[in-house]
């Protein structure tokens, strides 16, 4: 299996960017496909963006199309979330997730999962 660690969340004001890293060890990294969910309170998980396992094929959420950028180092075995622009409802925890083989846009297609982090942003 793998294990996911999130950092990079923070209290921020609304416009700032951002850049989300999640750091994975166990099995092979590039066995993966990644990809970042996020849930604020009260809502729903939602799709943040995800990422084949050799960056071919990139997913963005609608509602983070232009403004967030996945990315993935399969040497540092690392996924990261560049987020500009940033407004008040990004304000949520995020979570990075892991999945054998092809890339998913579905929370439930994914396997393994971070603990979370923090990510507010001030008006």
């Known amino acids: 299996q793998v294990q996911l660690v999130e950092s990079g969340g923070g209290l921020v004001q609304a416009g700032d960017s951002l850049i989300l890293s999640c750091a994975a060890s166990g099995r092979t990294f590039s066995n993966y496909a990644m990809g970042w969910f996020r849930q604020a309170p009260g809502k729903e998980r939602e799709f943040v963006a995800a990422i084949s396992r050799f960056s071919g094929i990139r997913y963005h959420g609608d509602s983070v199309k232009g403004r967030f950028t996945i990315s993935r180092d399969n040497a540092k075995k690392m996924v990261s979330l560049q987020m500009n622009s940033l407004k008040p409802e990004d304000t949520a925890v995020y979570y990075c997730?892991?999945?054998?083989?092809?890339?998913?846009?579905?929370?439930?297609?994914?396997?393994?999962w971070g603990q979370g982090t923090q990510v507010t942003v001030s008006s």
């Open positions: 997730a892991a999945k054998e083989d092809s890339v998913a846009v579905q929370s439930s297609a994914y396997n393994y």
